[in-house]
């Protein structure tokens, strides 16, 4: 049986069990609380919708208002076998309001509105909250059809290529001007860093699971644990402080790694030991419970979140990553049944944020917490057999209990005669009643406002404008969209 | 400046079938050491392009049985570049699920890896296991479904744009090459064309004649027909031939190029330079021939790929690799001379999980790669999780007991009469071929550990304490090095 090193330091009796959580091992100096003099108390979620989420069915027309959405979309989506048409009777739930260009009024998926408990009402209910920022038409310029080169672009902020930018996430960038060498303010829950997380000024982590995130313990050896440790944080010192780039990264990465792994595990205990996070954590994972991969995940910050809040040592991290997959619908994409695909998809979605928020408004934290939902495009306006094929600006999603919900941005002109020749809709920064949403300003708000990163810093470091056709391109910022205070 | 006359030296011989293999043994270093580079190059490709199919009840088990053989390969560069193959034509069994596909698939990948490319992408475009993937059979002819077409010249081919990040392809090739690919269909694993469900050209004239690149590849505004052949089955190879005549914005067969910076990447070292793959194609004649075999030659005699076998300290231009999860696991276990045990493919001892499960925590499943993308290569093998994951494989190893190959013997792989911290802290990172690759201060590190600070200067490795804790731990600490996780 695998031994823990949870297991190790009780059996071996070098500290109590409530010690865990006392001074590491290896006391890293360099942690620091002083975040309240940057963000304050703040933290920031990202989901990405790995696959390239369906808009359309995502932010759906269920009138023509004034102009002509829902015709537009009933002759772009089809009834009957295969086909994705979400007829007015399965949106009547999931209404969100008028579309502010149009008039049309909108609703997003039901799946969003599912009722499964525990979550009860899922995004939906976040919606009427007043907690969910819906932004329609997210892109930027000369969309790329490739999921690699598009999720690259949102992750890297970095549309035209500039080189400048080459190699960091945007995230990156931000970290890069916030944190030290060996701070660790940032945790991707995955096997692997999130891109937008990309750069090598600060460490960031990757935990699938914080319960078993333990350096190895060999059983025979129990006493020369401290020793190995030592020196593997010793080679893992001289690596860092090396010429060679990939070398350093490792030896980085490797310190980051140890460090973390003598605090990060007892946050574990620490949430499913209090009775009050007993209740979310059974509404999560427990039988009744969702037991998603996005609410196992979203779970795992849950505990992350609830260890910096009780002022756990070494454990300070504000940025999350988690992805969701599957939504690369080019068959059997699904209506509104609620088996189909994507229908699957945002209920697992929507009800894991509801479980999530609920947790942190329990915890006292639910104003300072937001997330972010992306997804690196929208599909196809016309369908094609019982799936879409990849498109261009779609949806995201702002949520917290500090974001002032609604409906923000243009759906996009999917009139047969607006698509370009692709059959996909058109960026445009033109003041005209269809123009787009570069999700730069939705990125460069939450830096603004949320972050507190000045606007002159945002434009130097993070978001470069772009040069071009103040049309087609995006050469005007706007980091004041009204969704956070 | 050296070429396919130059000699090995024994750390070129080393760098040589460590990146052609999983990890340098000794007998094949000495074996290799003062060899031509040609002749070694030649000694190394002349495998047979025997088939072998990763098959089982499950994914597990033919997953396993792949492991197992890349401990043992018949031929380690074989294995090593099907392994290449596996991650550029990117196919999960997730998607596909069904393991017998798969298996061929992957048999196809051993019989015409190190044969001619043209070929291999034509096969490819029928292999059922790829047609279920990419939505082949789900492609009919009144809305074509372009996910094949695209990945075909984004990953397989072309690439989205070429060195000079000008774009190769546009959406109306994409939606073109879609239409030749409509229609197919397989059964009982061999493929075939449906005629009904195929978009010919009289039943579909407003989609216009089946040309492609009029605006791109250097065919002019005419572009190329992909009919030369007639219309149906043989479409689909017309496509591929006009993809291999395909030229870039600087007049280079843009699939030569790109293949050679590929195989670059795989074999020599990340962010390979441009006239560096520009080279291979000229000295192989990939752009004409598109053999494989040729081309893998003139990168392995060339002087650049031996660049990166320089010792510690690291320059900061070295262009060092990550080894795959993969190649970590069975270097390790071919440098400790250990197999995996039972069905599960376990290593007997720490934690006793399986192979599929740790590889699986090291972010690397054969037959499951996480998108079309394959794999994300290098810093992107890296982070916590992972590190962990091999970290508790080493000392999975070093703590393994028992009987025969499956436990850890250091008794046959170095002399436990050292008793000099130094010479057994070298003797081990010879073991582990590392012995050039770590810095003073790192080997300090391993001898304090050793000594413990200082305190113990003379250690008696037959004494069984001494053995379980400081000769294992230092074996373990060396697999958890940094320098390891390159090659």
Known sequence: MAITRRQFLQRSGAVTAGALLGPSLFDNLFVRRALASTIGDRYFVVIFLDGGNDGLNTVTPVTNGGGTLRNDYEAARQTGNGGLRLLPGALAGTLVGNDPNTGAQLAIHPGFGDMIAPASGGLKALYDLGKVAVFQGCGYPSYSLSHDQSRTIWRTANPLGLGTLSGTGWMGRYLAQNYAALDIPGVTIDDSVAAEFRQTATSVLAIPRVRNFGFPVDDFAPDDQMAKEAAFDALCTAAGMGLQPTDAYIGNSGHATLISTQSYPGLHSLYVNDPSRKVFNDQYVGTNGLNTSTARNLLEIAKIINGVNQGVPNVDARFFQLANGGYDTHSDQGAAATDGQQYSLHQEVGNALKVFHDDLADMGMIDKVVVMVWSEFSRRINQNDNGTDHGSQGPMFVIGGAVNGGLYGNHPNIAAAALDDDGNTVYSQDANPFRSTDFRDVYGTILKHWLNMPQATILSSVLPLDTGSASDYWTVQNFDLSFLP | ?487
């Open chain 2, 1 to 487: 400046m050296g070429d396919e006359n130059s000699t090995l030296s024994n750390a070129e011989a080393r760098h040589l079938l460590r990146r052609t293999g999983f990890g340098a043994l000794p007998r094949d270093i000495a074996t290799f050491t003062g060899t031509a580079r040609g002749d070694a190059a030649d000694k190394l490709l002349a495998f047979r392009p025997q088939g072998f199919r990763p098959s089982g009840r499950d994914f597990n088990a033919a997953h396993n049985k792949w492991i197992k053989s890349l401990i043992k390969p018949r031929s380690p560069l074989q294995a090593k570049l099907v392994l290449f193959w596996h991650d550029h034509f990117s196919t999960a069994i997730a998607k596909v699920e069904d393991v017998g596909l798969m298996g061929d698939q992957i048999t196809l990948l051993y019989r015409e890896g190190s044969g001619n490319f043209k070929t291999l992408v034509k096969d490819m475009n029928r292999n059922p296991a790829m047609m279920e993937f990419l939505d082949t059979v789900r492609n009919r002819k009144h809305v074509p479904n372009e996910n094949y077409a695209r990945e075909l010249q984004e990953l397989f081919t072309l690439g989205v744009t070429d060195f000079a990040g000008q774009p190769n392809y546009t959406q109306d090739d994409i939606v073109q090459i879609a239409r030749a690919f409509t229609g197919w269909d397989y059964d009982r694993r061999s493929s075939f064309l449906n005629d009904d469900e195929h978009d010919f050209m009289a039943a579909f004239p407003g989609r216009g004649p089946k040309v492609i690149y009029t605006t791109v590849g250097g065919f002019g505004p005419a572009g190329r027909s992909f009919t030369v052949n007639g219309e149906g089955a043989q479409e689909i190879d017309a496509v591929i031939d006009i993809i291999c005549q395909h030229t870039d914005s600087q007049g280079h067969n843009t699939v030569a190029r790109r293949i050679a910076h590929r195989l670059l990447e795989y074999f020599a070292y990340p962010d390979p330079e441009n006239q560096f793959a520009d080279d291979m194609v000229a000295t192989s004649g990939f752009a004409t021939s598109f053999e494989i075999t040729p081309l893998l030659r003139a990168i392995f005699v060339d002087d650049r790929f031996y660049t990166t076998s320089a010792p510690a300290p690291f320059a900061a231009g070295t262009k060092k690799s990550v080894k795959w999860p993969v190649d970590y696991v069975v270097s390790s276990l071919r440098l400790l001379g250990m197999r995996l045990k039972g069905r599960d493919q376990y290593v007997d001892g720490g934690s006793g999980r399986s192979i599929f499960d740790q590889l699986s925590d090291m972010g690397q499943l054969l037959l499951d790669p996480p998108s079309v993308f394959g794999w994300d290569w290098e810093t992107g093998w890296i982070s916590s999780a992972t590190l962990l994951a091999r970290f508790d494989f080493a000392r999975d190893l070093t703590s393994a007991r028992g009987n025969g190959g499956t436990s850890f013997r250091p008794e046959r792989l170095m002399d436990l009469g050292l008793t000099d911290p130094t010479e057994i802290v070298n003797a081990v990172t010879d073991v582990l071929g590392v012995s050039d690759q770590l810095t003073s201060s790192e080997r300090q590190a391993l001898v304090d550990y050793l000594t413990d600070s200082g305190t113990n200067t003379s250690i008696d490795l037959n004494d069984d304490t001494v053995r379980n804790t400081k000769l294992n731990g230092l074996f373990a600490l060396v697999m958890q090095s940094p320098a390891y996780q390159l090659h």
